[in-house]
C-alpha cells in the first residue's frame, strides 16, 4: 500500500487516481509501513519526527485537506454550476455547493450577468419613459378602433434595445455552456466587472 501525496489517503498500488481527492498518482508515495514494527503494532500513518501519536503505538495520520482536487471538482459539480446563468436560479449552486471553488466562479459569473440584466433593464424602462414623453406617439383610428402607434424614434430605441436583450442572451449561453463543459472562463465584457463578486468573495469566507 501506498499513501497519495495530497491527502495522505492509503490507496492501492495499481490505481491511477487517489479515491479520496482524486489526485493522480504519478509516483510511488514512500509506504511507512514497512520496516522494523513500532512495539508490534502497525503503522498505520505518515510518522511525525518518528515520535509516537499520544503513547499509543500509532503514529498520527496527516490531516485530509477540505478543499478538493481541482479535476475532482469540476467533475462533481459542471452538472449544477450551469444553473449560475438561469437568472436567479444562481442561489441554487450558491447555497449548495459552498465548498466548490469551480461552482463559486461561475455563481460570481452568473450573479454579474444577472445584475448587469437587472440594470439594464431598469435603464431601459426609463429611457423609454423619457423618449415617450419627448417623442410622443399618436392615435390612429380604423374601423377596428382607435390604436396608439409610438414615434419613429421611440421604434428606433426599441430595436436598440431589443439587441441588448439578445447579447444579455447570448452571454448566458456562453457561461452555460463553459459551465457545463467543465471550463473556468470569464463572460466577455461583464466577466470582470469586479463589484458582484466582490460581494460573494466577503460571503464566502464567511462560510
Not at 479520496?20 to 512495539?39: K, L, S, Y
Not at 440584466?117 to 410622443?136: C, D, G, L, M, R
Not at 439578445?166 to 466587472?193: H, R, T, W
Amino acid at each position: 500500500m501506498a499513501f497519495c501525496k495530497n491527502c495522505g489517503q492509503q490507496i492501492s498500488d495499481n490505481v491511477s487516481f487517489c479515491p479520496a481527492c482524486g489526485t493522480p498518482v504519478t509516483e510511488q508515495t514512500p509506504n511507512f509501513n514497512t520496516g522494523a514494527p513500532n512495539n508490534g503494532a502497525p503503522n498505520n500513518g505518515v510518522p511525525y519526527n518518528g515520535a509516537p501519536n499520544n503513547g499509543n503505538n500509532y503514529y498520527a495520520p496527516p490531516v485530509q485537506p477540505q478543499i478538493m482536487n481541482t479535476d475532482a471538482d469540476v467533475q462533481a459539480n459542471k452538472s449544477i454550476a450551469w444553473l449560475s446563468y438561469l437568472g436567479i436560479l444562481f442561489l441554487i449552486p450558491m447555497f449548495t455547493r459552498k465548498n466548490s471553488p469551480f461552482c463559486q466562479f461561475h455563481v460570481k459569473q452568473g450573479a454579474t450577468l444577472f445584475a448587469c440584466s437587472i440594470a439594464y433593464t431598469i435603464a431601459t424602462e426609463i429611457i423609454k419613459a423619457i423618449i415617450k414623453a419627448i417623442f410622443p406617439g399618436h392615435l390612429v383610428t380604423t374601423y377596428f378602433g382607435t390604436y396608439y402607434t409610438p414615434s419613429v424614434v421611440s421604434n428606433i430605441f426599441s430595436v436598440i434595445f431589443s439587441l441588448g436583450s439578445i447579447a444579455i442572451f447570448v452571454l448566458a449561453i456562453i457561461g452555460i455552456v463553459n459551465s457545463a463543459s467543465g471550463k473556468v472562463k470569464e463572460l466577455p465584457i461583464i466577466g470582470k466587472i469586479p463589484f458582484i463578486a466582490d460581494l460573494l468573495d466577503k460571503y464566502f469566507s464567511k462560510q
